[in-house]
Nanobody, 120 residues
């Protein structure tokens, strides 16, 4: 009923920038919160940035000041602007949306992931 499509990943040099997008398709839903996670080889998936419906944001310490999470309610899309990228940012990035269909139950949806590689 709801599908998330991620885009914007790629290969970039240290100090470069990328903008990730996560677009939700479907009908009859509302987004309560969204977030971006990343998983590097051999490591746990970690929360990078999160945003709530009122616009409040939270960032993992290592990306604070470099990454910005935002969303466009009209397009049902969550973005992650990544600046001053470092090699340690290399990972598969996954978006996650917390969605309701009008009741008190919330459902978690994941994107399929997009590869971000930062290297010289």
């Amino acid at each position: 009923q709801v599908q998330l499509v991620e885009s914007g990943g790629g290969l970039v040099q240290p100090g470069g920038s990328l903008r990730l997008a996560c677009a939700a398709s479907g009908r009859g839903f509302e987004i309560n919160a969204g977030g971006w996670y990343r998983q590097a080889p051999g490591k746990q998936r970690e929360l990078v940035a999160a945003i709530t419906s009122d616009g409040s944001t939270n960032y993992e310490n290592s990306v604070r000041g470099r990454f910005t999470i935002s969303w466009d309610n009209t397009k049902n899309t969550v973005y992650l602007q990544m600046n001053s990228l470092k090699p340690e940012d290399t990972a598969v990035y996954y978006c996650n949306l917390q969605i309701t269909f009008g009741g008190n139950n919330f459902y978690s949806y994941w994107g399929q992931g997009t590869q971000v590689t930062v290297t010289s």
